[in-house]
């Protein structure tokens, strides 16, 4: 199961907190640069892992997009 939240409202009985934080850039139109996601262990916050998708405008992505190709590489 999974939820969303603020970090105060944060259930006691949870394994990993995920976070993320998206860079938006405008160019004609505002488009998401990069993602940065990463999964931390709830207790003591430790790194498990990280991904990262930067896409400058001319290659752009959705970011629906950047978002899957960057889980996919990390959960490989």
């Known amino acids: 199961d999974a939820a969303a939240g603020e970090k105060s409202d944060m259930p006691d009985n949870i394994d990993t907190v995920v976070t993320y934080i998206d860079k938006w850039r405008w160019d004609m139109a505002n488009y998401m640069i990069e993602i940065d996601i990463q999964f ?11 991904g990262e998708s930067y896409r400058t405008s001319l290659v752009r992505r959705t970011p629906d997009e950047m978002n899957k190709e960057t889980l996919q590489e990390m959960l490989k």
């Not at 931390?40 to 990280?50: C, K, N, P």
């Open 40 to 50: 931390r262990d709830a207790e003591d916050g430790s790194l498990i892992m990280s």
